[in-house]
């Protein structure tokens, strides 16, 4: 089996709870993975296709959102 490993830097304004990258959920959804990322304000989405990824991309949230 094929694995794939991705790493997501940054951190958000309240140290104590937002001192790194802390993924909160993450969800498959047609052909998509959302990685919802409570310790840097971000939703990050994945496209896959046949179980590689072939896209990235990243939403922002207001800084110390914190999104669940």
Sequence with gaps: ???Q???IDGHG???D???RSHC???QFYDNHLY???LGTDTINVYQY???LKLAQSRI???PGAGPR
């Design 1 to 3: 089996k094929s694995v």
């Design 5 to 7: 490993v991705d790493t």
């Design 13 to 15: 304004p309240h140290p």
């Design 17 to 19: 709870r937002q001192d």
């Design 24 to 26: 909160h959920q993450v």
């Design 35 to 37: 990685g919802i990322d």
């Design 49 to 51: 296709k046949d179980g």
């Design 60 to 62: 922002s949230t207001p």
